[in-house]
């Protein structure tokens, strides 16, 4: 897969990853999993903007564990 690295502003191919990161909401932690890309050129990862943001993941489960809106 083809995407614009952020770091050095190339188009290259870059590997999809995803790996799980705790966010606190509330001072409760909560374990989210977040996608991620990683430029084969450099080696920086970044997130895809076009994925869901993790804080975004971490206040939804938040809201679903507690019954909010």
Do not use: W
């Not at 190339?10 to 989210?32: F, G, H, L, N, Y």
């Not at 970044?46 to 804080?55: G, I, K, M, P, S």
């Amino acid at each position: 897969m083809k995407s614009i690295c952020p770091n050095c502003e190339k188009e290259t191919e870059v590997e999809r990853i995803q790996r799980k990161e705790s966010i606190t909401v509330r001072r409760e932690p909560i374990e989210v999993e977040v996608k991620y890309s990683r430029c084969l050129e450099c080696g920086e990862e970044f997130e895809n903007t076009r994925d869901h943001d993790a804080l975004e993941l971490a206040y939804r489960e938040y809201r679903q564990r507690y019954g909010s809106l």
